[in-house]
């Protein structure tokens, strides 16, 4: 059985869909991130860093409990322990881990700072929203590039698709703001429309 620490953000939903579509049995344990739940005493013996997402599998590599936190890296794990959503074929499977370090560094990575500078840094110089907005749409715009004439990311589906959907959900608004995007916006129906990813954006309902 996988324990998963969880909050209700992209990182924290990108777990869920990980084990919910990979179909591993998992704990939940809901982190109230706002009451600084991720920096208990408890907690920073799962994630020093004190953050989410993490699991802890008590039949890890060798049958021993292992730890691990990193949305991607969570994502990989499952994938590799089930069998999933890593294509065999060398040439997809690279497009794959391309498209999957594209949506954890250049998308989530930006979305991250983007939540930072709307959210939490003290100096509110103008203009430093809008460029990062703006960064942010154009790495958006790259996926949607990728997807025409592809269902997904890789062609087929793979750990890339489960690391950019909860980044597609959360920044919504934007991209319907900005315009455009009919590959990607018909590339989140189908991905909406799988019931792992329902229960995954949805986890412990
Ligand atoms: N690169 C990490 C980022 C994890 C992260 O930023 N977690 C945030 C929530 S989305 C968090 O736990 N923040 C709590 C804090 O920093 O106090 C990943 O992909 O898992």
């Known amino acids: 059985m996988i324990d998963l620490y969880f909050g209700p953000t992209a990182n924290g939903y990108r777990a869920t869909l990980a084990m919910e579509e990979c179909g591993l049995p998992y704990r939940l344990h809901k982190l109230d991130l706002a009451k600084g739940e991720s920096h208990s005493p408890e907690y920073l013996k799962v994630n020093p860093a004190g953050m989410i997402p993490a699991i802890v599998d008590d039949d890890g590599p060798g049958g021993k409990p292992f730890t691990l936190t990193q949305s991607a890296a969570i994502i990989l794990y499952a994938a590799e322990k089930t069998g999933r959503f890593m294509p065999m074929d060398p040439v997809i499977r690279y497009v794959a881990v391309q ?51 592809r269902e997904f990311l890789a062609g087929e589906i793979s750990v890339a698709d ?23 916006q018909r590339w989140a129906a189908t991905m909406a429309a799988r019931p792992a990813v329902q229960r995954g954006m949805n986890p412990g309902n």
């Open 99 to 149: 498209w999957l370090m594209q949506a954890t560094s250049d998308v989530a990575g930006t979305s991250g700072a983007l939540f930072r500078i709307d959210n939490s840094i003290p100096d509110k110089t103008p203009g430093n929203s809008e460029y990062f907005q703006k960064r942010l749409v154009n790495f958006f715009r790259d996926c949607d590039r990728q997807l025409e004439g």
């Open 162 to 184: 489960l690391m950019l959907y909860p980044g597609f959900v959360a920044r919504k608004a934007l991209l319907d703001s900005a315009g455009g995007f009919a590959n990607l």
